[in-house]
């Protein structure tokens, strides 16, 4: 394709009598006449002026944006948004998967001290104005492994998410107040010595909310989310605990300012399944996790390829004794699929997961050293290919009113996309970078997974010191020369920032092909939804 004029930035196609053209600046697709058709593949816009002035006046005339406009969409202020955390506070695992990109060699663990230090430098300094905090655990290492260090984490969301009370909360004749209405077998057990001292009023009043479960009490009134987590456990954790106690005095006496903002801390976690024991499932089921991701890259003849125990036997019969005691316990598993050069048929790994009883299901292309030394041009069009054969499947449930495989899939690239093009989305940002950041197990702060251990993107720790404008700093489309003169860049987002700074080039060009004609396959799938009525069923599902 040239690299001047008008045609890099358009994708024209037909559908069977039908013509399109996808136009990367506007970012939207168009049904054309053939006599325009044939202008944009030739590049010919005198003909276009001539033939459909308004095409041309609305469309061609169209500047590309600015790296401001670029900014502005990626949402580059943090101020009153998300803030989010990895911590790999341990790398140790009891697989040896054949594309993980975590130092295998290297054993490390941040302390509990550490830890918690991390926590509280990040909601008091890191990120105070964070409406919400969200950390995703161990990422690099196998949670089920660390599950003292998950029940200690839930102490910490306890302690800094914002429930206990301050002193500055009430005066003393509302504490006084608040603490006759407790049942008396509390209040014997809460004695207060000193009317007077706000402090301790505080003190004792935190004390109750963290270590009773004040909605055994017919006193206190119940509401629909307190009896959600009640009846999911019996036996909530810490964090839960003093959120249901909070929230009962909240609502018994509503005419006190009791209730403050709250910035909300949430903790996910993944397993590979292996590990599965009751102790794991009632923590899970403790903190309210009502689902929770398991690894699993397909049936057993797949899976046991790449994701192998450290006795070089394979994982899955362990995996899949551990989702179905999940399951028994009524937590819901999703799976997250790596590709591999064995799994490239995606239809048939989702038959097979959605056998399993998984309702969301997460596929993934691997990157960096994997996919350089693994796949080639051929293995992407077998894989291109298999996610047309899933538009297909997808096609043929609507033709029956079914969504079972899109509610399946809804959530990957190959799909969710139909949204952004739909809502004439920019997308000038390949992720997050700038917007999250990860920690590994010794207490650096990287961009991203797959960069921990490379010094080029090491931002420092907060034992040491941190580059705030290294941390912060935005990578959009206008970084990479590559993008410029891509149909796709702004469905895309462009290349992998990790793999650039790991210099995985062949990763770089593989999957930059991947993504592009996988972009160029779904508007042509979107075409077709909106030929047969399907599209606006699909957008409700989404």
């Not at 006046?57 to 989010?84: A, F, G, T």
């Not at 130092?103 to 008091?124: A, G, Q, R």
């Not at 799909?415 to 990860?438: A, H, M, P, Q, T």
Request: aromatic fraction near 12%.
């Amino acid at each position: 394709m040239k690299r001047h004029g008008i045609n890099w930035r358009f994708f024209a196609f037909h559908n069977n009598e039908n013509y399109y053209s996808y136009d990367c600046i506007t970012n939207k697709i168009y049904k054309i006449e053939h006599l325009l058709y044939q202008a944009i593949n030739d590049a010919n816009i005198s003909l276009i002026k001539q033939k459909n002035k308004n095409f041309y006046e609305n469309v061609i005339k169209k500047r590309n944006i600015s790296r401001k406009q670029e900014l502005k969409n990626n949402k580059i202020s943090i101020d009153n948004s998300k803030c989010c955390v990895t911590l790999d506070f341990s790398n140790t695992c009891n697989l040896d998967c054949k594309y993980c990109y975590r130092k295998k060699s290297e054993v490390s663990k941040l302390s509990k001290d550490e830890l918690e230090k991390i926590v509280k430098y990040i909601k008091t300094d890191y990120f105070p104005s964070a409406k919400d905090y969200s950390f995703s655990l161990g990422y690099t290492s196998e949670s089920s492994l660390d599950l003292d260090y998950l029940i200690f984490f839930d102490t910490l969301i306890a302690k800094y998410e914002g429930y206990l009370f301050n002193e500055t909360d009430f005066s003393i004749s509302e504490f006084i107040e608040i603490y006759s209405f407790l049942p008396e077998e509390i209040k014997k057990k809460y004695f207060l010595h000193n009317t007077n001292d706000v402090k301790t009023a505080t003190s004792l009043l935190n004390d109750i909310l963290m270590n009773e479960k004040l909605w055994n009490s017919s006193k206190f009134k119940q509401n629909n989310y307190i009896q959600n987590i009640l009846d999911f456990t019996n036996n909530p954790s810490l964090s839960k605990t003093v959120i249901i106690n909070r929230q009962l005095i909240n609502d018994n006496f509503s005419k006190f300012v009791v209730k403050k903002d709250i910035a909300y801390m949430s903790m996910s976690f993944m397993t590979n399944g292996t590990n599965i024991t009751n102790k794991y499932i009632e923590f899970i089921k403790s903190i309210y996790m009502t689902e929770i991701w398991v690894s699993l890259d397909g049936p057993q003849s797949i899976h046991d390829k790449v994701r192998i125990q450290k006795n070089k036997k394979g994982s899955f019969e362990k995996t899949i004794k551990g989702i179905h005691l999940l399951q028994q316990n009524g937590i819901f598993v999703n799976c997250s699929s790596v590709i591999t050069p064995d799994s490239l048929d995606l239809l048939k790994t989702t038959q097979f997961l959605l056998s399993e009883n998984i309702k969301t299901i997460a596929i993934t292309l691997p990157r960096g050293k994997y996919l350089e030394e693994n796949f080639n041009k051929e293995m992407i069009d077998t894989l291109l290919e298999s996610i047309n054969s899933i538009y297909k499947q997808i096609h043929s449930e609507l033709l029956r009113n079914e969504y079972i495989t899109f509610t399946a899939l809804k959530s990957n690239i190959f799909l969710y996309k139909i949204k952004d093009i739909v809502n004439n989305k920019y997308v000038s940002s390949r992720c997050y970078w700038g917007k999250e950041v990860f920690i590994d197990s010794k207490g650096d702060w990287y961009h991203c997974n797959s960069t921990i251990g490379n010094p080029k993107d090491n931002c420092g720790s907060i034992s040491k010191k941190l580059d705030y404008s290294k941390i912060k700093r935005q990578k959009t489309l206008k970084d990479y020369k590559q993008c410029k003169y891509c149909s796709m860049k702004y469905l895309c987002g462009g290349l992998c920032h990790a793999d650039e700074m790991n210099n995985y080039k062949v990763s770089q060009k593989l999957e930059c092909y991947y993504r592009k004609n996988m972009f160029m396959n779904l508007i042509k799938f979107i075409t077709e939804l909106k030929d047969e009525n399907f599209l606006s069923k699909i957008i409700q599902h989404l």
